[in-house]
């Protein structure tokens, strides 16, 4: 299957590793859970450049991003929603999370994770596209 190349503005680029360098408590404590396609065996990107933003957490194969919403986001709550109308106009789908809830119950989060991707992956048989080529017969 070939990926989909995503659009975004390169000058993004150092303020996401910036923002990789200084992650919040939720997104370290999630990130364990995302990193090396431990997730259904999709692969995770952190602070991940996407257009004119950079999202919490990125798999494009999915075309999915995952968000923390902590305190500061109480704030900025009509910019939060514009950017996400943008992003998903290009095709990307969100997942948000408040901080408090990855920090308190992290197997519910996962388990939301688990059950979209579940709900919006394609599989023949429960097997991951992915994995296809690695199926066993059936006698």
Known sequence: MKRKITPYNPKLKELARKLRNNSTLAEVLLW??????????YDFHRQKPIDQYIVDFYCSELMLAIEIDGVTHDFKLPNDYERQQRL???????LRFQDEEVKRNMEGVLLV????????TPSAYGVHPSEEGIKGCVE
Do not use: A, P, T, Y
Not at 113 to 120: G, L, P, Q, R, T
């Open 88 to 94: 998903e106009s290009l095709g990307v789908r969100f």
């Open 32 to 41: 364990r859970h995302l990193k090396g396609k431990q997730m259904r065996g």
């Open 113 to 120: 994770i688990e059950s979209w991707i579940d709900e919006h």
